[in-house]
T-cell receptor
Framework: EAQVTQNPRYLITVTGKKLTVTCSQN?????MSWYRQDPGLGLRQIYY???????DKGDVPEGYKVSRKEKRNFPLILESPSPNQTSLYFC????????????FGPGTRLTVT | AQSVAQPEDQVNVAEGNPLTVKCTYS??????LFWYVQYPNRGLQFLLK??????LVKGSYGFEAEFNKSQTSFHLKKPSALVSDSALYFC??????????????FGRGTQLTVWP
């Protein structure tokens, strides 16, 4: 089954404790992206990757890191989380540099206290 | 700057009536436009896209969207709404400029409620 998986689905952590949210897709998509969803702000792109070893900043990259060492994986790293990073995070993938439909993961709800 | 606006936070419509969810965009060059839907506690699902060609694009679940270049709009429509269409709808535009090729901009979303 074609899918994008994210782990963990829920995470409560404390300020400053490094964390990683994993994202994996099994569709051989070149393009992968991370978004955060906040009430009243819609979806905002954090980082995206056009292919392996190619990553670029989106709208709100501050406080986040990503890497794309393999085509299927695109982890999101928060080196020192802060309460303003409390949000719902989505990973997505698509063909053709984002021109194709994006397949979204189920989301990760992160709370930073 | 590239941007997407969804002017209505909420749209309410009776089942069986036509619905429209509005989207306007600002982008350099040719626009690549998308609509996504989010059901409660779910990820987003693709509905339809406009890349080139016919201004009327047909998508999933009976939805369609009309691309209007002069008005820079890409409104989502359905001839006859269903209660099950109640969800959060997002419009998005893909950046096509060289330095930011691949960036995607989403609107703030429009909550559609279809009442029986």
């Amino acid at each position: 089954e074609a899918q994008v998986t994210q782990n963990p689905r829920y995470l409560i952590t404390v300020t400053g404790k490094k964390l990683t949210v994993t994202c994996s897709q099994n569709m051989n998509h070149e393009y992968m992206s991370w978004y955060r969803q906040d009430p009243g702000l819609g979806l905002r792109q954090i980082y995206y990757s056009m292919n392996v070893e190619v990553t670029d900043k989106g709208d709100v990259p501050e406080g986040y890191k990503v890497s794309r060492k393999e085509k299927r994986n695109f982890p999101l790293i928060l080196e020192s989380p802060s309460p303003n990073q409390t949000s719902l995070y989505f990973c997505a993938s698509s063909l053709r540099g984002g021109l194709g439909e994006q397949y979204f993961g189920p989301g990760t709800r992160l709370t930073v206290t | 700057a590239q941007s997407v606006a969804q002017p209505e936070d909420q749209v309410n419509v009776a089942e069986g009536n036509p619905l429209t969810v509005k989207c306007t965009y600002s982008v350099s060059g040719n626009p690549y436009l998308f609509w996504y839907v989010q059901y409660p506690n779910r990820g987003l699902q693709f509905l339809l896209k406009y890349i080139t060609g016919d201004n009327l694009v047909k998508g999933s679940y009976g939805f369609e969207a009309e691309f209007n270049k002069s008005q820079t709009s890409f409104h989502l429509k359905k001839p006859s709404a269903l209660v099950s269409d109640s969800a959060l709808y997002f419009c998005a535009v893909r950046d096509n400029r060289g330095s930011t090729l691949g960036r995607l901009y989403f609107g703030r979303g429009t909550q559609l409620t279809v009442w029986p």
